[in-house]
């Protein structure tokens, strides 16, 4: 049966990213949202992007725009962007390509440029960092897809369209999946102590690897029903 996956913020992982692919028995009718934040602050962006290229023709591959992506893109056009990128990660990102902005191959250019801003399926919607409650993700403004973190109370309602909302950008330290019914978020912190975090949509099973590659469980991992989650609070 085909899948709906999706993973978090990689940022340079790409041990983590290669080590959830296998795991996961990707299949060609398999959709796989990427939630973007591919570069910066891990030890081989240039690897991730490879990969990600290679994919293309193992699944239906969606991948996503993360704020990462965007600084990357205005460090090429402004010198003061460009200190603010390398401060956040950028510098690891140039270093495994080489030294300068020229090292980095046009085909990669080419994929951070054609990176989407959301997706939607009849039963999810995907974003990089969040949304607004009572608009469609085509009326969103770049600061709440790109930017916006989850934060406590910043956490928003249910989406209008009543879509469950799968998001990364908010780095969970713990490792663990924040599950908040109607929006989950799979940024599990994977460049620091954490993990790299894959997840299918529909029946809740996930993945983790860290930034080794090491696989988190050799057995299959649920988040819990939802319906059991309401039961007890």
């Known amino acids: 049966m085909p899948r709906t996956l999706a993973i978090g913020d990689v940022h340079g992982c790409s041990a983590a990213l290669r080590a959830l692919i296998a795991a996961i028995e990707l299949q060609p009718s398999d959709t796989l949202v990427m939630l973007g934040d591919y570069v910066d602050r891990g030890p081989d962006s240039k690897g991730v992007i490879d ?6 023709s193992r699944c239906r591959l969606v991948t996503l725009q993360g704020n990462h992506e965007l ?60 949304y607004h409650p009572l608009l469609p993700l085509s009326e969103t403004g ?37 599950d908040g019914g109607h929006v989950i978020c799979l940024d ?17 099973q996930f993945w983790q690897a860290n930034r080794e590659g090491q696989l988190r469980s050799l057995e299959p991992m649920f988040l819990p029903p939802l319906v059991n989650r309401s039961e007890k609070a």
């Open 51 to 56: 990969f990600l290229l290679e994919l293309r």
């Open 71 to 130: 600084m990357m893109l205005a460090a090429t056009e402004d010198r003061g962007e460009d200190a603010f990128w390398q401060r956040f990660g950028g510098l690891e990102t140039l270093e495994s390509y080489g030294e300068t902005f020229a090292d980095v191959p046009e085909t990669h250019w080419d994929f951070i440029k054609g990176c989407l801003p959301y997706f939607e399926t009849p039963t999810h919607f995907f974003v990089h960092a969040n």
């Open 142 to 178: 770049e600061d709440k897809l790109f930017w916006s973190h989850l934060d406590g109370h910043a956490i928003p309602s249910p989406h209008t369209s009543g879509r469950t909302a799968i998001v990364g950008h908010t780095a969970q330290r713990s490792g663990e999946i924040l």
């Open 188 to 204: 599990t912190y994977c460049h620091g102590s954490g993990w790299l975090t894959a997840l299918d949509v529909d029946n809740r």
